[in-house]
C-alpha cells in the first residue's frame, strides 16, 4: 500500500547531541511537511517542501533543518536538541497544487525524547 | 487572528448516540478546503473528511458528515452512532490560497465515548 514511512518511531537523545529523523514516501507526491506535536496541542508546521522548493516557518529556530534529496524521502535534523524539542514529530504529504481538496498524508510519526 | 478555532477542549458521548465537534474558521480567501483529521493515542492523523468551499453540499463519509455554514464560516463535524473506537483527538484544518501550500490545524477536540 502507498504510504507515509517514518523512522525510528521513537527516539531518545541526549541534550545538545544532532539527531535526525527520516520520512520516506511511495505516494509520489511533490509536497512534504514536518510538523513539530507537543502534548496536547496542534501540530506547529515547521517548514515543507514543494519539489526542491524550501519553505520555512518565520518562526521556526535555526536549529531545525531539513533535507529533501529527492521526491521519495525528506528529513529533520536538529543541530542541538534541548528539552523544549521534546515532542513529536509528523511528516506529511500532499499532492500537486494548487487544489484546496488535496489531503495532507500523514505518517505515524516519530515520538522525541531529550535527556 | 486565529485561522481555526475549535472552542471544545473536550467532549463526552454516550456509545451509540450522535455528537458534535464545532469548528470556526477565518479566512479572506474565497477558494479554501476544510478538512477533519481524528489522532488516536498511538498518534497517527487520520484523515476523515474534506469540504470544499465551493461545495453546495454537505460532505459525508459513513459516520461522519460536515455541518458546512459558509455564512457564519464554520464547519462542524457530526459523527453518528459513536463507538468506542471513536475515542481520539480531532483536529479540524483549512488549507487556502495562494498556492494551497499550508495547513492551518485548530488546537483539538479531545472525544471521549462512554460505554
Known amino acids: 500500500d502507498a504510504m507515509v514511512i517514518q523512522n525510528p518511531r521513537y527516539q531518545v537523545t541526549q541534550f545538545g547531541k544532532p539527531v535526525t529523523l527520516s520520512c520516506s514516501q511511495t505516494?509520489?507526491?511533490?509536497?512534504m511537511y514536518w510538523y513539530q506535536q507537543k502534548s496536547s496541542q496542534a501540530p506547529k508546521l515547521l517548514f515543507h517542501?514543494?519539489?526542491?522548493?524550501?519553505?520555512n516557518e518565520a518562526d521556526t529556530p535555526d536549529n531545525f533543518q531539513s533535507r529533501r534529496p529527492n521526491t521519495s524521502f525528506c528529513f529533520l535534523d536538529i543541530r542541538s536538541p534541548g528539552l523544549g524539542d521534546a515532542a513529536m514529530y509528523l511528516c506529511?504529504?500532499?499532492?500537486?497544487?494548487?487544489?484546496?481538496?488535496?489531503?495532507?498524508?500523514f505518517g505515524p510519526g516519530t515520538r522525541l525524547t531529550v535527556l | 487572528a486565529q485561522k481555526i478555532t475549535q472552542t471544545q477542549p473536550g467532549m463526552f458521548v454516550q456509545e451509540k448516540e450522535a455528537v458534535t465537534l464545532d469548528c470556526t474558521y477565518d479566512?479572506?480567501?474565497?477558494?479554501?478546503?476544510l478538512f477533519w483529521y481524528k489522532q488516536p493515542s498511538s498518534g497517527e492523523m487520520i484523515f476523515l473528511i474534506y469540504?470544499?468551499?465551493?461545495?453546495?453540499q454537505n460532505a459525508t463519509e459513513g459516520r461522519y458528515s460536515l455541518n458546512f455554514q459558509k455564512a457564519r464560516k464554520s464547519a462542524n463535524l457530526v459523527i453518528s452512532a459513536s463507538q468506542l473506537g471513536d475515542s481520539a483527538m480531532y483536529f479540524c484544518?483549512?488549507?487556502?490560497?495562494?498556492?494551497?501550500?499550508?495547513?492551518?490545524f485548530g488546537s483539538g477536540t479531545k472525544l471521549n465515548v462512554k460505554p
Open positions: 506529511a504529504t500532499s499532492r500537486d497544487l494548487p487544489a484546496s481538496y488535496n489531503e495532507q498524508f
Open positions: 505516494l509520489n507526491h511533490n509536497v
Open positions: 517542501y514543494y519539489d526542491k522548493d524550501f519553505n
Open positions: 479566512t479572506s480567501d474565497p477558494s479554501y478546503g
Open positions: 469540504q470544499g468551499s465551493y461545495d453546495q
Open positions: 484544518a483549512m488549507r487556502e490560497g495562494p498556492g494551497f501550500n499550508k495547513f492551518y
